[in-house]
């Protein structure tokens, strides 16, 4: 069983910057693929990011290619996702989500623990 806990969130406005924090515990995620998904108001939940065991592959999706950027620090159990240059459409809850292998996925399927998320809100 895999605890994960989100923080980071916050009111922001556009074109700022925000670090989001995935802190894992109860059993080590080093050897698992990690997730970041967002969810806004009334849209079904979307991937974001998502990066391999050792970091050494990460893929994004279109829409936040080049601003988001996902990395993780297995020896604190710990994943990450820096959000720069932060725009109104950005406003989401977003997820952490841990995968039970070690290669990486787009599906929310494919990830079986989830955190309750952090609130993004990005002003205009």
Do not use: H
């Amino acid at each position: 069983q895999v605890q994960l806990v989100e923080s980071g969130g916050g009111l922001v406005q556009a074109g700022d910057s925000l670090r989001l924090s995935c802190a894992a515990s109860g059993r080590t995620i080093s050897s698992y693929a990690m997730g970041w998904f967002r969810q806004a108001p009334g849209k079904e939940r979307e991937f974001v990011a998502a990066i391999s065991w050792s970091g050494g592959i990460t893929v994004y999706a279109d829409s936040v290619k080049g601003r988001f950027t996902i990395s993780r620090d297995n020896a604190k159990n710990t994943v990450f996702l820096q959000v720069n240059s932060l725009k109104p459409e950005d406003t989401a809850v977003y997820y952490c989500a841990s995968r039970p292998y070690a290669d990486v996925s787009r599906a929310p399927r494919d990830f079986n623990y989830w955190g309750q998320g952090t609130q993004v809100t990005v002003s205009s």
